[in-house]
């Protein structure tokens, strides 16, 4: 009798149908996220010597990029298997959803404490110093000019603090990942034309969610970072389910080798002139 078909693609499907063990979490993925965030935080801090030192200093991307890239591929290897196991179907789709909403959850209450904390200390700085440049750095003028609507948009998350920005777009990514892994187990050539599709109508129409009660949009556009971050988590499918999405290629190394030393090179012509 020939089997149902579930949808999946046959490596998803084997291994759906072995017992699978929690995987062991790869420390290489944390390590370099790590150091993504630590450059953030050095490049964020002006006339710091260590800035040279900096990934943003090799090429046309900097460490946000990395971070993006690599919660992807966290994200595939972390996620897919509750999605592909055959308890899924015994168990139900929100065992597998539910992991993905509560991390996105978690993000979202600490973007709001460290929106708060950020406002408290802009405000200290000011009765400290009484310099009114504290009411206006990154982003405050709307909280101590406009406090109204824009303590309506700090709990939206449409009204973010410069510096304190990147968390939101990572959790509006791991809200919609659900529906992108399940469309990645099936159809993962057709998740990367959609998303690719997606980066480029966003940049020609200016796509956006809005930034109330501020015009304009996000500073991190989830509709554009989607793409770095489904290239990520195309890797981590991938490989969980033992195969190479992107193929090792002699011929894409050196490119990729070439793009980064074209990088270097109009990173030192860019130091060069702006020293002279």
Request: a positive charge.
């Amino acid at each position: 009798m020939p089997q149902p078909s579930t949808g999946l693609s046959p490596a998803a499907r084997s291994l759906g149908s072995a017992p699978t063990a929690k995987p062991a979490r790869d420390p290489r993925i944390d390590v370099f996220r790590g150091l993504a965030l630590v450059m953030i935080f050095i490049n964020h801090v002006p006339g710091n010597p260590y800035e040279a030192l900096t990934i943003r200093n090799l090429g046309f991307a900097d460490a946000a990029e990395a971070f993006f890239l690599m919660s992807g591929i966290a994200a595939g290897l972390a996620y897919t298997p509750r999605f592909i196991e055959k308890d899924r179907l015994r168990h139900g789709l929100w065992r597998a959803v539910a992991p993905l909403w509560k991390r996105a959850w978690s993000l979202y209450l600490v973007q709001i404490m460290l929106s708060a904390v950020t406002l408290g200390i802009f405000a200290a700085a000011f009765q400290i110093t009484t310099e009114a440049e504290f009411l206006t750095k990154i982003n405050m003028r709307q909280v101590f000019q406009n406090p109204t609507q824009s303590v309506i948009g700090i709990p939206l998350l449409t009204h973010q603090f410069g510096y304190v920005n990147i968390l939101p777009a990572y959790s509006v990514l791991l809200v919609c990942a659900p529906v992108a892994i399940m469309l990645g187990l099936r159809w993962p050539r057709l998740l990367l034309a959609l998303s690719l599709t997606l980066w480029l109508l966003t940049g020609v129409f200016r796509l956006n969610l809005p930034n109330y009660p501020n015009p304009g949009g996000w500073f991190f556009n989830p509709f554009a970072w989607q793409a770095i971050f489904v290239c990520g988590l195309l890797v981590g499918l991938s490989q969980r389910q033992g195969y190479r999405f992107f193929p090792a290629s002699k011929a894409l190394f050196w490119l990729s080798v070439a793009v980064l030393l074209g990088g270097c090179w109009h990173g030192a012509m860019c130091r060069a002139w702006a020293n002279s």
